[in-house]
């Protein structure tokens, strides 16, 4: 009988670390406040999940507004965002005037991407942000 207890106490030694399996998690990103101001507009964007974000993408889209392009885009890639941390993304120079559509994207590698639209105002040189969640 004493053998089959050690037979079973050296099986479980040996078995249930190879069964057990750590569950790597995955980075999930959240954009928050977008800002406006004088030329530009500030996006936080935070990874909230338990592992690093690797291959961070974000793209700005700005559509609409008078005296100039009618389509404005910034971008940045590759870029590491370590879990619960989180950066600001910031737009080309902006200007021109009346209303504008932001559209923010950003996506990494293992993360469902993520997109926001916010309406906001623009006056020359400075852009007014209506919608804020």
């Given at each position: 009988m004493s053998k089959k207890m050690i037979c079973i106490f050296l099986c479980t030694?040996?078995?249930f670390p190879i069964l057990s399996v750590t569950a790597a998690g995955n980075p999930e990103i959240e954009i928050g406040g977008v800002s406006g101001g004088l030329f530009t507009l500030h996006?936080?964007?935070t990874n909230t999940g338990d592992v690093?974000?690797?291959d961070l993408n974000w793209n700005i889209t700005?559509?609409?507004g008078l005296?100039?392009?009618?389509?404005?885009k910034t971008s940045d890639s590759d870029?590491?965002?370590?879990?619960?941390?989180?950066m600001i993304a910031v737009s080309k120079l902006i200007n021109g005037i009346g209303r504008i559509q932001i559209?923010?994207?950003?996506?990494?590698?293992?993360?469902?991407?993520v997109v926001k639209k916010v309406d906001a105002l623009l006056l020359f040189f400075y852009i007014i942000v209506e919608q804020n969640e």
């Open positions: 030694l040996f078995i996006i936080e964007i690093d974000a690797t700005i559509n609409g005296l100039a392009p009618s389509s404005r870029i590491l965002l370590k879990s619960g941390e989180s559209l923010i994207r950003a996506n990494a590698s293992g993360a469902n991407e």
